[in-house]
């Protein structure tokens, strides 16, 4: 999983909350993504971060926000804006945010809305 | 956006057996990727291909491009039962090219 680190590996949620899960990664990498993978499917995108302190929504970012204060770091947060948030969350970062990177993936946070 | 999709969705062979996916998608590329994913966990960068290269080798994968189809195959020769996976390309679109745009997946099953 390369030195990407995601927190918690599981996580549960009461309905009507929100969550935080954390994306911290130590390879200097400029561009960092969060995908959102539901069972049998591909990996959606829902925000990416090319620099620090900017962000773009990806195809899914509805019910969910992002913030990008340090390079390394990219925390998702999943408001109880999001109708179906149970889902596997995986964070991504590449060294400078184009097609032609490697995307380096973190060992993913299962979420469980209860 | 819209996704590309694998074919087939799934796939189980004898291990020693060669393993072909495929992949189409949508747009104009810039490039190609594969990657790989073991169950519950985070995705793996196999191989690169550029929109104006046919082929590519790296061990045992094997990739082709054929941008006038819009599709790429994956072989994986000799498989082994660590190859079981799921399997992934991601296509990096000519415009907007920052993002890359992934597949819905083949799962491969090797039979021991």
Sequence with gaps: DGGITQSPKYLFRKEGQNVTLSCEQNLNHDAMYWYRQDPGQGLRLIYYSQIVNDFQKGDIAEGYSVSREKKESFPLTVTSAQKNPTAFYLCASSIAGTSTDTQYFGPGTRLTVL | ?112
């Design chain 2, 1 to 112: 956006s819209q996704q590309g999709e694998e074919d087939p969705q799934a796939l189980s062979i004898q291990e020693g057996e060669n393993a072909t996916m495929n992949c189409s998608y949508k747009t104009s590329i810039n490039n190609l990727q594969w990657y790989r994913q073991n169950s519950g966990r985070g995705l793996v960068h196999l191989i690169l291909i550029r929109s104006n290269e046919r082929e590519k080798h790296s061990g045992r994968l094997r990739v082709t491009l054929d941008t006038s189809k819009k599709s790429s195959s994956l072989l994986i020769t000799a498989s082994r039962a660590a190859d079981t996976a799921s399997y992934f390309c991601a296509d990096g679109a000519l415009w907007g090219n920052e993002k890359l745009t992934f597949g819905t997946g083949t799962r491969l099953t090797i039979i021991p």
